[in-house]
């Protein structure tokens, strides 16, 4: 089972020890700017009996949503923990009246990139050497304009 609810400060030590994972995690800093800012959405998705597995963060700013980073603990992967935090942060971004989603991936993110075209976002500019020399980043869109958040989750089955 996954339950995802919104963090917050109580879950910054839980966060960090996720981040350890990566080659490349944010700051102490950061999460508690994602946690504390205005705007902002911050999910984590727990497992049964409730250890954080995974970690999203959002934010609107005017009409514009941005996923600025979603990760889940490599023993929970491909169990549908990144979809059911990304559906719940489109939803988040639709009822707030945001027009699109933005974000920005490492382009040779396969993982990642093959997540977010199954709900419908698109490439839409290239960043040469954005992550470092010879690593672009994609930026990928989803409108949402219209979009009805009851339906957000199935565009990966209508599409593909
Ligand atoms: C990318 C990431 C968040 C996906 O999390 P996840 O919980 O494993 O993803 P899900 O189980 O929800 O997968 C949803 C879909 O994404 C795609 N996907 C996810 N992992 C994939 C992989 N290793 N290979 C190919 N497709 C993948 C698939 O379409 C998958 O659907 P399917 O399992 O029905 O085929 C996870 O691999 C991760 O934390 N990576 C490191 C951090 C990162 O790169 N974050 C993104 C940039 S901030």
């Known amino acids: ?28 800093d950061s999460w508690r700017e ?10 984590v998705a727990r497992d049964c009996p409730g250890g954080v597995a995974g970690v999203a ?5 005017d009409e514009v949503a941005d996923l600025h980073r979603i990760v889940v603990a490599p023993g929970h992967r491909r169990l549908g923990f990144a979809r059911v935090m990304l559906v719940s942060g489109l939803q988040w971004a639709i009822g707030c009246g945001a027009r699109r989603m933005m974000l920005e991936v490492d382009s040779a993110n396969d993982p990642a990139v093959r997540l977010y075209r199954g709900y419908g ?14 690593v672009d980043a994609l930026v990928m869109e989803r409108r949402l304009e219209g979009v009805d958040a009851d339906s957000v989750g199935m565009w990966d089955l209508e599409e593909n």
């Open 1 to 28: 089972m996954i339950v995802v609810e919104s963090a917050s400060l109580d879950d910054l030590a839980d966060i960090l020890d996720l981040e350890a994972h990566f080659d490349t995690p944010w700051s102490e």
């Open 34 to 43: 994602e946690l504390t800012g205005g705007g902002r959405l911050t999910l």
């Open 57 to 61: 963060a959002f934010q609107l700013v």
């Open 121 to 134: 976002f698109t490439p839409v500019a290239t960043r040469r050497d954005y992550y470092g020399t010879g």
